[in-house]
């Protein structure tokens, strides 16, 4: 399974976009992108996934680049209570979540 | 719908003593998890059943860590005897199928070992 890579940490104003990066570089064709997040003393919940085309909820948007190399996902509005640890995760199939360090986004008022 | 949920919420224990944690899936919710998360790291997964069958238990240290999902619903997580670097939060999630379904975190129970 690919490994993904995250900045530690990030942050960004309330009421702004943010913008957390993931490289995936050795993805395969068959590997989505997942992004969980962990809210302090919470379990963590997921945001949203995606193949190869841009997807979109209303918690956040999912921007893949052609190549799969590497992800971005944004928070159009942040709020403080965005404040967490954001995990990407390349997963294929029946394969088990791994976690890594992630991205602790902290949003300032 | 109500969410995952665990018990107790904390816990703190000597070395050697025993300690169980309870889960409750969502209802329906056919695969669940216990995931270990030492402070500072992301979570990891220790055990998962489908119904009342082990799938994934490849990670879960079997000498002292013991897991079991009576009638494929509730589960329990055993550590006996407990070490000092088994302090950490034991999250458990459920899904309605496998791996790649979206998986639901209880709240985690945390537990200090002195």
């Known amino acids: 399974d690919a490994k993904t890579t995250q900045p530690p940490s990030m942050d960004c104003a309330e009421g702004r976009a943010a913008n957390l990066p993931c490289n995936h570089s050795t993805i395969s064709g068959n590997e989505y992108v997942y992004w969980y997040r962990q809210i302090h003393s919470q379990g963590p919940q997921y945001i949203i996934h995606?193949?190869?085309n841009n997807e979109t909820n209303e918690m956040a948007s999912l921007i893949i680049t052609e190549d799969r190399k590497s992800s971005t996902l944004i928070l159009p509005h942040a709020t403080l209570r965005d404040t967490a640890v954001y995990y990407c995760i390349a997963l294929q199939g029946a394969q088990k979540l791994v976690f890594g360090q992630g991205t602790r986004l902290t949003i300032n008022p | 719908e109500a969410g995952v949920a665990q018990s107790p919420r904390y816990k703190i224990i000597e070395k050697r003593q025993s300690v169980a944690f309870w889960c409750n899936p969502i209802s329906g919710h056919a695969t669940l998890y216990w995931y270990q998360q030492i402070l500072g790291q992301g979570p990891k997964l220790l055990i998962q059943f489908q119904n009342n069958g082990v799938v994934d238990d490849s990670q879960l240290p079997k000498d002292r860590f013991s897991a079991e999902r009576l009638k494929g619903v509730d589960s329990t997580l055993k550590i006996q005897p407990a070490k000092l670097e088994d302090s950490a939060v034991y999250l458990c999630?459920?899904?309605?199928?496998?791996?790649?379904?979206?998986?639901?975190f209880g709240p985690g129970t945390r537990l200090l070992v002195l």
């Open positions: 999630a459920s899904s309605s199928a496998g791996y790649w379904e979206t998986q639901y």
């Open positions: 995606g193949l190869k």
